[in-house]
């Protein structure tokens, strides 16, 4: 191995690293927002710390509030911040050459300037946890988020088009440079590009198009899709397309993929209109899997998938009803950092 590989989320972990809800959009304006909130990003710490270790970043005007929801399993960091997503504002772990642990520090500018977000502090969060973990820093001058980038491990990275071609993100950039700097960074030898992620995502609160809620390589060669079954949805158009997009393409080893596919909740809209509910945005740590529950009659179904594809870990669903209505879901609130290759 040359350079740096990005390994894939299902080898064994250090710990998870996540951030608290601070004041702003995630949090809420209301107490019973802010209670949801803040209970449902501690729920998913706390179930992580019942297999790993899991660090909690939080903001200094959080402490009283992240220490009573926060058990004393749960290791808790002071820092600046913005918003609560530690998957995009958090460093990339990657093997070095020797099998040492080492930390890519994308940029990060609110998912590509967007007019609601604010990153002042969210774009230091990515050094400030590699100086935690201890880690060298890969610097890149790519505007990228950990969301936006999913990997087997072996070379193979999936990527989508209005994500790291997003003019608000990398303006001129073109795929050959972003293939180059995934190259440098994350050792992908292989890119495959999705034209776009779910509907609601491409909207104005969404990502532009993160392919963790719509694609997760669960073993090489293997590919889990988020699928869309009813035509009343926007996204079972989506999904036809992003199907389509894979269909002859390969991994870098040049395997087809074997492309399971992971039923969407059967949950069509909420309260701002259709949602982009996912099982794909599930967090694999060691021995288990974080799935996403939605109280939704095809939950069961999902994390008997969840528990083919990742055989011998337990699977233990979270309501993510409350980070999908802010944006993003278990996947997304959290960074897993590997450990150092033995040997």
């Given amino acids: 191995m040359t350079g740096h590989l990005m390994p894939a989320e299902s080898a064994p972990q250090d710990r ?22 803040r209970s449902t990003w501690a729920a998913v710490a706390h179930a992580i ?7 909690v970043v939080i903001d200094p005007g959080e402490r009283d509030a992240a220490k009573r929801y926060l058990s004393a399993d749960v290791e808790i960091v002071e820092a600046p911040l913005n918003d609560a997503w530690m998957r995009d504002i958090g460093p990339t772990f990657v093997y070095a050459e020797d099998g040492s642990v080492a930390a ?7 998912w590509g300037a967007q007019d609601w977000a604010q990153w002042d502090r969210d774009e230091k969060v990515g050094a400030f946890v590699a100086g935690l973990a201890g880690t060298p820093v890969v610097s890149s001058p790519l505007v990228n988020e950990g969301g936006g980038i999913q990997v087997d491990g072996e070379g193979t990275v999936l990527v989508t088009d209005t994500v790291q071609l997003d003019p608000g993100r990398n303006p001129g950039a073109t795929r050959e440079s972003v293939e180059a700097e995934l190259a440098r960074t994350i050792g992908a030898t292989h890119v495959v590009w999705l034209p776009r992620g779910l509907t609601r995502d491409s909207e104005r609160y969404g990502t532009r198009g993160h ?11 293997r590919l889990l899709l988020h699928t869309q079954r009813d035509e009343g949805h926007p996204d079972y158009l989506v999904s036809k397309e992003i199907r389509s997009a894979l269909e002859g393409t390969h991994d870098a080893a040049g395997r087809a993929w074997e492309i399971v596919e992971m039923p969407a909740p059967a949950t069509l809209t909420d309260a701002e209109g259709f949602v982009d509910y996912s099982y794909i945005n599930h967090l694999v740590v060691n021995g288990a899997v974080i799935a996403c529950g939605y109280a939704d ?24 009803r409350p980070l999908f209505e802010r944006g993003g879901g278990i ?6 950092q590997p450990s150092a290759k033995q040997g």
């Fill in 211 to 221: 392919v963790d809620i719509v694609a997760a390589i669960t073993s090489p060669g």
């Fill in 104 to 110: 890519v520090d994308w940029v990060f500018n609110g």
């Fill in 331 to 336: 996947h997304c609130i959290t960074q897993n």
């Fill in 16 to 37: 998870v690293w996540m951030a608290f809800p601070s004041a702003g959009y995630s949090l809420g304006d209301s107490p019973e927002a802010q209670h949801e909130a």
């Fill in 297 to 320: 009659p095809h939950d069961a179904e999902a994390a008997a998938i969840l528990a083919e594809q990742y055989p011998g870990r337990k699977v233990v669903t979270i309501d993510a």
């Fill in 49 to 55: 710390s019942e297999f790993q270790p899991v660090t």
